[in-house]
Every structure is written in C-alpha cells, then in structure tokens.
C-alpha cells in the first residue's frame, strides 16, 4: 500500500493560488519566508512524517497507551518519533522565533501540519499541546509566568494539557467542583477530579503544565466564578529549575475505540493536599482566558477530522486504482471480458467524487480560516482586525462539527470502497475511521457547537458578520460571471446564499421566539446546511482560479482531443479535476441542501412535543 498523507498538488493549489500565501510573506511579521523557503518547510514536514510518524501509525494503534505502576506510558514506537519531532521544531510552528517557535503564518504551519498531523494525530496531541497551552500564558500571564514557563513548552522540553472536563461537569463545563484556596505565599491549593484529559500524563517530557479550571472557595456558581490555575506536574522553582513533584496525579486512563496511542487520563488534584497552582489571569475570569484555548482546540478538531477524511480517501483513490473486480457496465454480458480496476465503475466513481469534493472543499474552508488568522496579523487598521477576527469567530463553529462530521463521513465512504477488507487491519482505513469518530464529540460536541452557532455567532453585531461572510460569497459569484464554462454553476450557488441569509433570519427569530426550543432542534441541520453552502461556494471559487489556467492549457480543444490532453497532461487533469468537482458539488449535492433547508424553513415542532414516554419503553 502506498504511504499517502496528503494531496501536494491540492495544499498548493489553495495556499499559493486560492489564498494567495505568498501576500503574507510580504508583512514584515513573515518577512523571512518566501515560495521556496515555504516549499521546504512543506517538504521537511513531510519527510518526517513518512519516515518517523507514519511508521508509529498502527504500531501505535496496536501497542496504545499503557498504565503501569501509577504511571502512563505512550507506545514505545513513539519516542523515537517524539525525538525528531521535537528537534526538527514542529512543536510551536506559529509562535515567535524569540520564545522558540518557527514564526510561520498559520496557512503554512497548516500545510506542514497536514503532514505531521495526518501521518498520526494520536502522536501528535503530545507535541503540539504544549504550545497550544503556553498561548495562553503568552497572552494572559504575567512577566515572571512567561519567563518560567514559556520557553520550555514552546521547544517540547515539556508538555502541557487543558483540564476542564470532571464527571458532572461535561457539555455543562460550568458545573464543576475542583476548589481552589489561596495560600500566604500567593498560589492556591487546589483539590479535585478531572477526567478524559488528554495526554494528562506520559513519559515523553520532563514535565506538564497543566490549566486547569476550578473555583476559589466562595466564589459564583456557574462559569462565572471559575478561575483558571497552572499546576505543574514538578514544580517549577523560582530559577526555572524543577522542583518536587506536585500533588496532580494520574489515576488511570481510558479504553477507547480509537486514537489509543493518546492517553486519555483521570486525574487526582490535591489527593494528599499538596497540589499547588499559579493562577493564570484573575480571579472568576478563568473561562475567557480558557476560551481561547478552545477556539483553537476546536479548529485543531475541525483540521484532524478533515486530515481523516483526506488520508482516508487518497487510500480509497489508491486500492480503487489498483483493485480489479467486475467487468466494465459496457461489457457486463460479455463472460470474456476482462475484470477492470473498480474505479471505472459508476458507483465507485461516485463514492470517490463526493469524498473528493467534500476533502477539497474543507481543505479550502481550513486554509481560508486560517488566512483569517494571518490577515488579523496583517491587518493595517483596528476595523480590518475586527472584520477578519469576526468571520473567524462565525467559521469556528463550522469548522468543528462540519469538518468532524464530513471527516467522519468520508472514512465510511472510503472503508466502502475497500469492500471486505476495509473492515479489517490490513488497510488503514478502520483506523482512520476509528481514529476520527472522536472529533466530533470533544473541545464540545458538534450539538454544543451548534448552540455556538445559532445563540451567539449568527447575531455577532447584530448579524453584520454573517452578513459579511455571505458578501465574501457574492464576491466569488461575481468573479465566476465571467466564465463561460462557470454559467450553469454561479446562478445556483446564488440561490442558495440567498436561501441561507433568509433561513438563517428565520431560525434566527425563532430561537427568540416562544418557540425557541425548536429553532435549537434545527440548529445542527442549519450548522450543516450552513456548511454546505461554505463547500459550494469555495469549489465555485476554485473552479474560477481553475477555468483559466484549463483554458491556458488545453483551450480551443474540444471533444477527445480535449480529453486526450487533460488525460496526458497532469496539471490539466488537476485544474479539469476543480471544474469537474464544484459542477458536481453544485448539481448534485446543493439541490439536496436546499431539500434540507426546505425542512428547517418549515420548523416542525415534533422534536419538542412528542412526550418522553413516547420515544418507547
Ligand atoms: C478521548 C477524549 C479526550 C478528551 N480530552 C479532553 C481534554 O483534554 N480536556 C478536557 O477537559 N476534556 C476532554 N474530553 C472531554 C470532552 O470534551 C467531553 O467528553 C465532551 O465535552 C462532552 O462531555 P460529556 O462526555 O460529559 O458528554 P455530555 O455533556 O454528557 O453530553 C452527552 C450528550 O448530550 C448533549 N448535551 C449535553 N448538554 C447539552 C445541552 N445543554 N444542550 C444540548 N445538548 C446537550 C451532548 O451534545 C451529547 O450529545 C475528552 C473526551 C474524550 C472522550
């Protein structure tokens, strides 16, 4: 089997032509890169991953974290990996070169992460957690708080995790019990139980940095009164020396159905009343400064449902290619006719173009989020800022649940492919599947993300950031317009924006209506419905880059020499493959979104009425 990550040719379509990379390199923030410095770090990412991380894919699957002796050991496979990993810098790609990191503007630390990401997200939780917890001490910390820690997380010396979840306190993050006292010495002592955290312990670092939420004794219920707290595993001495071992233990960690290279920790704070914390920004406003670890968890969520799904299809392109079974639907009478490789049968072929368009499409709505984020950097004016950072606050959500659940959607269809031995460990695609399923429960389940959606994103300032997004819509229907080859296609994706502004008033005035439990009984169709038009409108967009260059390569021609051409000639192949996938994505998958926003326009209530004895005994 063929070791594939990802699509070269697709990463460099949407980072350098469809979101124009190269305009980044250019801000004085990102001035030490250009195209092919880029394309090194693209190359390096990848070589890693096929030589070291790929490797502990199924090794790792197959071994899994252990719990031994009180402790927590990763698979054996995984430090070797961790080991080059750590040494090659891929811990914190975007932070300052000053605090350790590469410095890279997000759209290109993307495409290096599709690779280190996508050969093992299981292994890569222990890398890259770290920095995605030093943000927060880099934003909210104080000078002593950065000075101690931040380095050290920044370069994967040590680690870090986000404790939020405990058993009563799930979705209902507010709920939770941890207490926190403060001592004379200025930390608190905090006491609790966590659970399902994510890589709470390991033998990878020499030491964790844990946030960890809890509420000062006395303080409001709800997510009003919690604080946010780092407990180091050891203790961190004044000097940046490790001191003893702090009182945060772990306790076990979870069987699950996938990701079990990932250790999924119960945790004991404070068990002999010696757990010590710094409090990370102040009292009672813990879950402002935790939010915007979740923002980025959850498009770290989105990004490895996605990366499923794309490893999950190139394998399906790949055993489609070289499996032979059946005779051609041309010669299906005739006994003599040789078997053809599965790819040319028509439902094959459909199976592999809607895993395409729904892969393509969410790479592009990553990348553009992603750009959202380089752009805030960029920006040369506070309502840029605000403009950019708004349409990254509405995509969020999308992000999450749609890129989890059509990840998760594209490893069925590809485990279909693979027929029998899909469903067996010969292939890597029940791995994937296994592997992606979780993405669309945690960092909130995608129904949470839903409420995200509907309760707060739709009527960011007062529904001018939705209307923002669809604007950034109608600007590529106008692009399209002038393409010939684009005619059939812009008219539709117009309809459907227009029918997405008008849906999303509609289940906008319910939830605000006596009848608001059943507006948030369709917000996860309207998340999904939402989702699609994004699909359509970035294969539109991609199709308005492509049809040019097509013209450039194969123009004039028409009938077989035309696919004579495009058969021969890879890069028109490549740009015939976007026309060919937005024309389908927009003919036949858009009309069935439109079936589904026919369904939320008429807002049936069942959901809500029917009793709860009536669901059955
Ligand atoms: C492998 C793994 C790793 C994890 N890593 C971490 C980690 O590192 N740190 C951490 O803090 N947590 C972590 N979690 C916890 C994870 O974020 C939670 O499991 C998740 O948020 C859901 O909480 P829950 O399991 O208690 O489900 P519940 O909250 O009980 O939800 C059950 C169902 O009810 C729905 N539901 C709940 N409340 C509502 C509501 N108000 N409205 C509508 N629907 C609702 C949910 O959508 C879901 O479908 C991890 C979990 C797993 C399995």
Not at 144 to 164: N, P, R
Not at 250 to 265: P, R, Y
Not at 266 to 291: I, Q, Y
Request: glycine share 10%; charged share 20%.
């Amino acid at each position: 089997m063929a070791q594939i990550i990802a699509d070269r040719r697709d990463i460099e379509f949407v980072l350098y032509e469809q979101m124009q990379a190269e305009t980044f390199f250019k801000h004085e923030k990102f001035k030490g890169f250009n195209r092919k410095t880029a394309d090194l770090i693209i190359s390096e990412a990848r070589q890693l991953a096929i030589k070291e991380i790929l490797p502990t894919f199924a090794e790792g699957d197959r071994e899994g974290a252990r719990f031994e002796n009180g402790e927590v050991k990763v698979p054996e496979c995984y430090h070797r990996a961790f080991k080059y990993f750590v040494e090659g810098e891929w811990t914190a790609m975007t932070a300052d070169p000053e605090l350790g990191g590469q410095g890279l503007p997000l759209v290109l630390a993307e495409a290096a992460s599709e690779y280190l990401v996508g050969a093992n997200t299981a292994f890569c939780f222990y890398g890259l957690i770290g920095h995605a917890a030093g943000e927060l001490i880099e934003i909210f910390g104080t000078e002593d708080q950065k000075k101690l820690l931040l380095e050290k997380m920044y370069t994967g010396i040590w680690s870090g995790t986000m404790q939020l979840t405990e058993p009563q306190a799930g979705s209902d993050v507010g709920s939770l019990t941890t207490t926190a006292v403060k001592n004379p010495d200025g930390t608190y002592s905090l006491t609790g139980n966590k659970i399902f955290i994510t890589s709470g312990d390991q033998n990878l670092t020499e030491n964790i940095i844990h946030p960890v939420l809890a509420r000062i004794e006395g303080a409001p219920k709800g997510t009003k009164g919690i604080s946010l707290f780092l407990v180091p595993k050891i203790w961190v001495n004044d000097d940046g020396s490790l001191g003893e071992p702090n009182d945060i233990v772990c306790t076990g960690i979870e069987h699950k159905m996938g990701i079990h290279g990932s250790a999924t920790c119960s945790m004991t704070l404070g068990g002999k009343g010696r757990c010590r914390g710094l409090l990370l920004g102040e009292e009672n406003k813990g879950m402002r400064v935790m939010f915007h670890m979740m923002n980025n968890a959850r498009l770290a969520t989105g990004f490895i449902g996605f990366m499923c799904g794309s490893a999950a299809y190139l394998y399906a392109l790949d055993y489609a290619r070289q499996r032979h079974q059946g005779r051609d639907l041309e010669k299906i009478m005739d006994a003599e006719a040789p078997q053809v490789p599965i790819i040319r049968h028509p439902d094959v072929r459909r199976m592999l173009l809607w895993m395409k368009a729904h892969v393509d499409g969410m790479r592009s709505l990553i990348y553009f989020t992603a750009a959202c984020f380089d752009k805030i950097v960029c920006a040369q004016s506070d309502t840029d800022k605000a403009y950019h950072q708004g349409i990254l606050d509405l995509l969020t959500p999308i992000v999450k649940a749609y890129c989890s659940d059509r990840g998760f959607d594209v490893c069925v269809q590809a485990m279909q492919v693979f027929g029998g031995y899909g469903y067996t460990k010969d292939y890597p695609v029940e791995q994937l599947l296994r592997d992606c399923k979780i993405t669309s429960i945690y960092e909130g389940t995608n129904g949470i993300q839903a409420m995200d959606l509907l309760g707060r994103k739709l009527g960011l300032k007062k529904g001018a950031v939705f209307m923002n997004l669809l604007q950034e819509m109608q600007n590529t229907i106008e692009q399209a317009k002038a393409h010939d080859a684009l005619k059939d296609l812009h008219p539709k994706l117009g309809k459907a924006v227009t029918r997405l502004g008008k849906i999303a008033m509609h289940i906008g005035q319910t939830a605000m209506s006596p009848d608001f439990k059943t507006a948030f009984a369709f917000a996860q169709p309207f998340q999904d419905i939402m989702g699609d038009v994004i699909m359509a409108w970035m294969h539109l967009w991609r199709a308005t880059l492509a049809v040019p260059k097509l013209n450039d390569l194969v123009g004039g021609l028409t009938g077989p020499s035309r696919e004579k051409k495009i058969g021969k000639n890879k890069e028109a192949a490549f740009y015939d493959g976007q026309l060919q996938t937005a024309t389908y994505f927009i003919n036949a998958i858009l009309p069935v979104t439109m079936g589904k926003m026919d369904a939320i326009a008429a807002t049936d209530n069942s959901v809500v009425s029917i009793h709860e004895t009536s669901f059955g005994s």
